[in-house]
């Protein structure tokens, strides 16, 4: 029996971006089913898990923050600008993107279109807040142009608020977090754990 993972993140999270890859190829590995589950972070989650802004963080946590993050990118031989241009960026718009990708195209493609735009801002320096670069994303992606405007439908801003609350309700508080049967693994440096969870049947 497929095991499924429920992976919550903001596309704007530099270390969503640095564990997606990975965390996709050993989902396809262990056969497991990927929930992809873009979540408002910073503006619903934080706020009631006691997340702090980046701007907001004593300069010591965000020195080490950027050396944290250099330090991974070696490590895993992702290329990273810790500093992009477009960050802090929202990503309301793109989180919504990603779901209708989801919603119409399935978890592959929404797997696919959610790594274009981790990329955009941590390597690529784009603004992803941007539509003329989420339209530039999905062609490159080959998904369909008619999913910007379905980003804006209804149900895509329904499904964001339900997979936002679904977070909260889950306990996450910071992205990425991957959920395997309730049990709760954030952070990619986790994503071992999550390897061994998925192996353990």
């Not at 992803?128 to 339209?135: C, M, N, R, S, T």
């Not at 309700?169 to 969870?197: I, M, N």
């Amino acid at each position: 029996m497929s095991r499924t993972v429920e992976y919550y993140f903001a596309p704007q999270s530099p270390y969503a971006y640095l564990g997606h890859q990975r965390f996709w190829d050993l989902a396809r590995k262990a056969h497991a089913e990927i929930r992809v589950l873009p979540v408002d972070l910073g503006g619903k989650v934080f706020p009631v898990s006691g997340g702090v802004p980046l701007s907001k963080r004593a300069p010591q946590r965000q020195a080490y923050r950027l050396l944290e993050l250099r330090r991974f990118g070696e490590y895993l031989g992702l290329p990273i600008n810790v500093e992009p241009r477009y960050f802090p960026v929202n990503g309301d718009e793109a989180a919504r993107l990603i779901i209708a990708v989801d919603m119409k195209d399935g978890t592959d493609a929404a797997m696919t279109i959610a790594g274009a735009i981790q990329r955009a801002v941590w390597v690529e320096e784009l603004n992803i807040a941007d539509e003329a670069v989420l339209a530039q994303l999905l062609q490159r992606c080959e998904l369909p142009a008619q999913r910007l405007d379905d980003s804006h439908s209804q149900a895509a801003h329904e499904r964001y608020e339900l997979d936002t609350e679904l977070a909260i309700k889950a306990g996450v508080f910071g992205a990425p977090t991957y959920v395997v049967d309730g049990e709760l693994f954030w952070g990619q440096d986790r994503l071992d754990f999550v390897e061994r969870r998925l192996a353990a049947g």
